[in-house]
């Protein structure tokens, strides 16, 4: 809601101050759909060049998270917690043996499949079971495990965040991009220097309207979108960093109960589960759970 607001505000008081101070768009109407062709494709072809595939097309699958915000709301953060407190207790009431068919085959497992949103997130899944497994195969070094999920974690928020990456190199090769056009714009008008002053102004301005369009999308909109992009992705990798902060909570000998309580307090503020809902959504676990 807040990003279609920002647009609005942005045209309004950019060409609204524009025509407030005596300014005519008849040269910007003419000249803009011809600039814009040109650092607009430029742009685009630059961040073809300059991208695999796969992330050309996380960015085009991420685009409308820029508006929808983050895919973890406050009930999956919930229901995380819940999970986890299920895994764990398990591991300290039942022993390895009992949790290692879950692990193994998480899709077959009754206590994954009570939360099917955080099922369909596949590195949460391989995080959790590969964490677990590991703990079943002795390796209960709190310090070790921790720095084995850590370099996880770095790599998958790196991989997950290259769409925002990507967009800021685009913002930043506006400007100059807009310089091009420019500088064509009055290769063009050298071209006509015998024509009449009016002539020649209205073609100087038209070349400049190439500058104005470079810097005007690149900190009006695509580098604000990147910077947009970078704090939802920010904020969805603190789903995963719960994870690790309860696993490991787990391995210092802590309860279930205090283990994912450790993980609540790691929730995004907007997002957190208050101490009593929590408790209440634990209490309504069912008991053969």
């Not at 915000?69 to 819940?82: A, E, I, N």
């Not at 993980?263 to 759970?289: D, H, W």
Request: aromatic letters at 8%.
């Amino acid at each position: 809601m807040f990003q279609i607001i920002g647009i609005v505000v942005v045209f309004v008081m950019v060409f609204g101050g524009f025509m407030l101070a005596g300014g005519h768009f008849d040269i910007i109407i003419r000249a803009a759909p011809f600039e814009l062709m040109m650092i607009g494709g430029a742009a685009v072809g630059a961040f073809l060049l300059g991208n695999s595939g796969k992330t050309v097309m996380k960015t085009v699958g991420d685009f409308g998270k820029i508006i929808a915000g983050p895919k973890w709301k406050t009930q999956d953060y919930r229901d995380l917690l819940s999970l986890l407190f299920l895994l764990t207790k398990t591991m300290k009431t039942k022993g390895v043996i009992a949790l290692e068919t879950h692990i193994e085959n998480p899709h077959d497992s009754s206590i994954f499949q009570r939360y099917p949103r955080i099922m369909k997130d596949h590195f949460a899944i391989d995080f959790i079971c590969d964490t677990l497994r590991m703990m079943t195969m002795n390796l209960e070094d709190p310090h070790q495990v921790e720095d084995a999920m850590e370099k996880q974690l770095e790599k998958h928020h790196h991989e997950a965040s290259t769409p925002a990456h990507a967009m800021q190199s685009m913002a930043d090769a506006l400007p100059a991009l807009g310089i091009v056009a420019a500088v064509l714009g009055i290769i063009k008008t050298m071209g006509a220097i015998d024509s009449p002053p009016a002539v020649l102004g209205g073609k100087i301005g038209a070349a400049l309207v190439g500058t104005f369009l470079g810097v005007f999308l690149a900190y009006g909109f695509v580098g604000p979108m990147a910077s947009r992009l970078k704090e939802v992705y920010d904020e969805e990798h603190m789903f995963y960093v719960i994870i690790q902060n309860v696993l490991v909570a787990h391995l210092h000998g802590n309860a279930a109960q205090i283990s994912v309580e450790i993980g609540r307090t790691g929730v995004p503020t907007k997002s957190q589960p208050s101490f009593m809902e929590l408790e209440t959504a634990l209490s309504e676990i069912p008991a053969e759970a």
